[in-house]
Nanobody, 129 residues
Framework: QVQLVESGGGLVQAGGSLRLSCAAS?????????????MAWFRQAPGAEREFVAA????????SYADSVKGRFTISRDNAKKTVYLQMNSLKPEDTAVYYCAAGLGMGLTTNSRLFNSWGQGTQVTVSS
């Protein structure tokens, strides 16, 4: 498993921006390089199920997004720094949730949370109206 730690959450007004970071433990990448992992962000609002937000391929060349964030959020990764980012612009109150980083070995750009076997502890994002 990959050890993941998210940061960058906080309180922001509607229309504002935040950038989330997800740092992967360097100790983990002994057998498989970080580029072997699909990385993704999911979120969970109070009383709701966890939902897919965005995913990025191992080399960063491809990405997929939920329709609700397309055009506002951008996922990227820096394998040398073992970090994945989620740039969130034009935030809306409905974006309020705990955001989780996830890693999956040898996968494509899936939106299925069950296929990711490593998760961070989450970071809270609150967007006020």
């Amino acid at each position: 498993q990959v050890q993941l730690v998210e940061s960058g959450g906080g309180l922001v007004q509607a229309g504002g921006s935040l950038r989330l970071s997800c740092a992967a433990s360097a100790r983990t990448f002994v057998t498989y390089a970080m580029a072997s992992y699909t990385m993704a962000w999911f979120r969970q609002a109070p009383g709701a199920e966890r939902e897919f937000v965005a995913a990025v391929s191992g080399n960063g060349g491809s990405a997929s997004y939920a329709d609700s964030v397309k055009g506002r959020f951008t996922i990227s990764r820096d394998n040398a720094k073992k970090t994945v980012y989620l740039q969130m612009n034009s935030l809306k109150p409905e974006d309020t949730a705990v955001y989780y980083c996830a890693a999956g070995l040898g996968m494509g750009l899936t939106t299925n949370s069950r296929l990711f076997n490593s998760w961070g502890q989450g970071t809270q994002v609150t967007v006020s109206s």
